[in-house]
């Protein structure tokens, strides 16, 4: 067996929910880490597209899905989500769905919370997906939240919201809202944990099993790098750590127990929400990529920035997550250019920089340095060997692996699962 862990490289929206349900063949169980249904991961399976937003794709397929500790989970979007799902054919139960009863609840009071102190704050908003993510997560590490499993514990849940709506309603009255009842609290609370609490399970013991029991591990990453909350472009992050190593502590598994890291990028770059960027394009090529790529928010529907690639801020995501090996998607998006720039360095007033500084300004303010490469101009949507590939676009990858220093395994054609150059399997070298 092989536990596999996959990551963003970038902004978010590579395609790694793509590259999840093509692993997912060969893994037994799929494992969300960190995060929340701010992430939005698309599937094509059979023609039909799923978009999943908290549940792990390997739901899909019916592989069993584990929503870790790491997770923020939200039971009413959930529930929504799970009837868009079933509503397509897919058969969702407590026997293949399991839910740490570790993992933080996203509470209506969250989402608003999200929503007011965007809207308050105007210019320097983050572009948050609105979810209640950041405010969940602020209550976890201030040790008030309700977590899934406290919904079975009658008697102490009520205590915790006490403290929890001490908090709260001190807040709310400070930003002129209307205070949270806690009748109305209790009894939402009530409610809700007769739909989720079926699903809730201590699930580092699930895994410990699955672990005795031979069998493959994956772990989907939502989110990416550069969202990061420590390694990211602060503040304009997310609010969970998004690396790797997160996999092993939203679900309670060992390191030891992680076999490879895969890093998925977009053979060009994104980014949805405020906070710098520094290969973004303004042009007509940007306007080029977000029609020919789609590039509008699986989950706000918020068109997205568009940019070149950026060498320095992949190598970084490479060596902040172990990436062993790298996907490279949309490759077909970039087909029609005449020529195609990689940002292989910075400038920042006046000196050389080989990596992304931590400063706000310097952040804003770096200047990519670009290398320009010739564009392939042909098809390459939905070749399947890379010896069919244009001439041009494997020097561009075979670059691109230069640069980053470690070599391309898979590159994606289309959205169909089928359309992938497989060139290194995940699953046959450790
Ligand atoms: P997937 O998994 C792209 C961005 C938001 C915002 C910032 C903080 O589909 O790649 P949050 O709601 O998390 O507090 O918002 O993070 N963001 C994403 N961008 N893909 C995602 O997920 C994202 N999840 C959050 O746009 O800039
Ligand atoms: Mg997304």
């Known amino acids: 067996m092989t536990n596999i862990v996959i990551i963003g490289a970038q ?27 701010n992430a939005g991961h698309t599937l094509v399976v059979d023609g039909v597209t799923y978009k999943l937003s908290l549940l792990p794709s390997g739901i899909v397929r019916g592989k069993l899905s584990v929503v870790g500790n790491g997770v923020v989970v939200d039971p009413w ?23 740490s009863d570790q993992a933080t609840l996203i509470l209506p009071l969250h989402r608003e919370l999200d929503q007011m102190s965007e809207a308050a704050a105007g210019k320097g908003k983050i572009g948050t997906t609105g ?15 309700i977590r899934v499993g406290d919904l079975a514990e009658k008697e102490s849940l009520e205590a915790k919201v006490d403290n929890l709506l001490l908090f709260h309603n001190a807040l709310r009255k400070g930003w002129g809202q209307p205070e949270v009842d806690k009748a109305d609290l209790m009894q939402t609370l009530d409610e809700i944990a007769e739909f989720i609490l079926p699903y809730a399970i201590p699930a580092w013991k699930i895994l410990s099993e699955q672990l005795k029991n031979g069998k493959s591990l994956l772990f989907e990453g939502a989110q ?9 472009t602060y503040p304009f992050v997310t609010s969970s750590n998004t ?35 520094p290969t973004e ?3 007509a090529d940007g306007d ?19 940019g070149w690639f950026d060498a320095v801020l992949v190598r970084q995501a490479i060596l902040v997550n172990g990436v062993q090996n790298l996907a490279v998607m949309k490759l077909d998006i970039l087909d029609q250019f005449d020529e195609i720039k990689v940002c292989v360095g910075y400038e920042h007033k006046g000196k050389k920089l080989d990596y992304y500084p931590m400063q706000m300004n310097a952040q804003a303010e770096v200047r990519p340095v670009y290398e320009t490469l010739p564009g392939w101009k042909s098809s390459t949507f939905g070749i399947r060997e890379y010896d069919k590939l244009p001439e041009n676009a494997k020097k561009y990858l075979a670059r691109l692996e230069e640069l980053l220093g470690v070599k391309i395994g898979m590159i994606s054609t289309s959205p169909e699962r089928e359309d992938t150059i497989i060139r290194i399997d995940p699953y046959e070298k450790k």
Do not use: H
């Open 11 to 37: 902004w978010g929206d590579e395609g790694k929910g793509k590259i999840v349900d093509l692993l997912s063949e060969r893994a037994d169980v799929v494992v969300r880490f960190q995060g929340g249904n």
């Open 288 to 306: 080029r990529i977000r029609e020919v790529g789609r590039e509008f928010g699986t989950v706000t529907g918020r068109p997205r920035r568009c």
């Open 281 to 283: 394009l303004f042009d």
């Open 77 to 99: 979007a959930l529930r929504d989500e799970m009837k868009r799902i079933t509503d397509l054919g897919t058969k969702i139960s407590p026997d293949v769905l399991k839910i």
């Open 131 to 145: 979810r209640g993510i950041g405010p969940a997560y602020q209550d976890k590490v201030a040790r008030r939240a």
């Open 243 to 277: 690396i790797a190593g997160q996999a092993a502590v939203g679900s309670g598994v060992g390191m030891k127990d992680i076999d490879k890291v895969i890093g998925v990028v977009k053979a060009y770059t994104t980014r949805v929400g405020s906070g710098p960027f």
């Open 224 to 232: 990416a790098t550069m969202l990061d909350n420590d390694f990211g």
